[in-house]
């Protein structure tokens, strides 16, 4: 299968759970992915964290763990030690219990930069549970959240001063989200549009909505 298949994109992050092994030491952290070319992504990994350590001293290969599932990565920040692995297929790192697909890569190559290391991985394998199986990205989601924000501003523009800044501020964040995770023109321009024309949502008609 291909990455593009699954969701790797040269403009925007995929965001995975990186999974390396060095020796006895394992380690897991959500990561965000480029597709480097057709045949190799790529991935910046900050000074600081125990993966920037294993990489540098040595790590060889990988495995970028594809899931939706907001459990896996809160604990892949604040309870690592609750992460159930089993063996992958071609590499020494590990695969995480319970994703989607796993993407089995060797390390190609690693630059080193002033706050972080750029590594290139070549996929090894690509084991995927069925075809729907896409990666996670957060310019997606953003612009959805920042669109429900955009539709409840007729409700209150007229007598909620306080309300229209909370939604018009979340709105921000959420555009520098996508500004953030992808450089696809069309999505940033959606969700800039919806702040370059903020009059436009008073003249809509309300949308109900289940909240």
């Known amino acids: 299968m291909e990455l593009r298949k699954i969701g790797f994109s040269k ?17 897991a952290a ?9 045949e190799k992504v790529c991935l910046k990994i900050y000074k600081g964290g125990k993966t920037y350590d294993m ?42 219990s319970g994703c989607n697909a796993y ?20 996929p090894l394998l690509i084991d995927v ?6 990666t996670y990205n957060r310019a997606g989601p ?9 539709t409840k501003l007729p409700y209150v523009k007229d007598t909620q001063e306080e309300k229209v800044e909370a939604l018009t501020k979340k709105m921000l964040i959420f555009r520098d989200i996508v500004y953030h995770s992808t450089k696809n023109s ?8 919806m702040l370059e024309e903020p009059s436009a949502a008073s003249k809509q008609k309300p949308v109900k909505h289940p909240t």
């Not at 549970?129 to 896409?134: G, H």
Request: proline share 4%; with cysteine.
């Open 30 to 38: 959500p990561m965000g992915v480029l597709l480097h070319d057709e």
């Open 11 to 27: 403009s925007t992050y995929s965001e995975i759970i990186f999974s390396v092994r060095l020796k006895e030491r394992v380690n």
């Open 142 to 150: 953003a612009i959805i959240e920042a669109l429900i924000c955009y």
């Open 129 to 134: 549970a069925d075809a729907s199986v896409k």
């Open 55 to 96: 990489i540098l001293n040595g790590a060889e290969d990988c495995v970028l763990n594809i899931t939706r599932d907001p459990v896996l990565f809160y604990k892949a920040v604040f309870e690592k030690d609750k992460i159930a692995y089993h063996p992958a297929k071609h590499v020494s790192s590990p695969r995480i």
């Open 103 to 122: 993407v089995e890569c060797s390390i190609t190559n690693v630059t080193l930069h002033e706050k972080y290391i750029e590594a290139v991985l070549k």
């Open 186 to 193: 069309m999505l940033r321009r959606i969700a800039s549009k």
